[in-house]
């Protein structure tokens, strides 16, 4: 059987992980990373979209910076009671911490550079 016609089995349960903050006091408190559902992506990268413009010689330049780790982690980090962690609240992290987390919520939604090397291979 060839690489084109071979099996594959897809899930329809989106992944998760688990993650540990620690806080400015020193304790750690649970989260979850959530994998964005279609309709969620979609979203987000409309949302994207629009920051994005297209200068005279045909290269994208980002119009606003800000928010768009935290945008991004507004639809995927939970805290231990289910509830999603606000744009507001993120904004506060410190930019290294917003830099891993935001790391983590593009791979698992298969939005980073590994994730598009590997649909162009499968």
Known sequence: MSEETKSRKYSLKLDEIPITII???GQEKNYTM???SGK????YLNEM???ISISPDGKAEVKD???IQESLLSRCLKDDAGNFI???VLGEYPSSTLSDL???AQTLSGLDIKAR???KND
């Not at 969620?40 to 979203?43: G, L, M, P, S």
């Open 23 to 25: 806080d400015k006091s």
């Open 34 to 36: 959530h994998e964005l």
């Open 40 to 43: 969620q992506r979609a979203q």
């Open 49 to 51: 979209n629009k920051r």
């Open 65 to 67: 910076f800000e928010g």
């Open 86 to 88: 606000t744009v507001e």
């Open 102 to 104: 935001f790391d983590d």
């Open 117 to 119: 090397q590997k649909a």
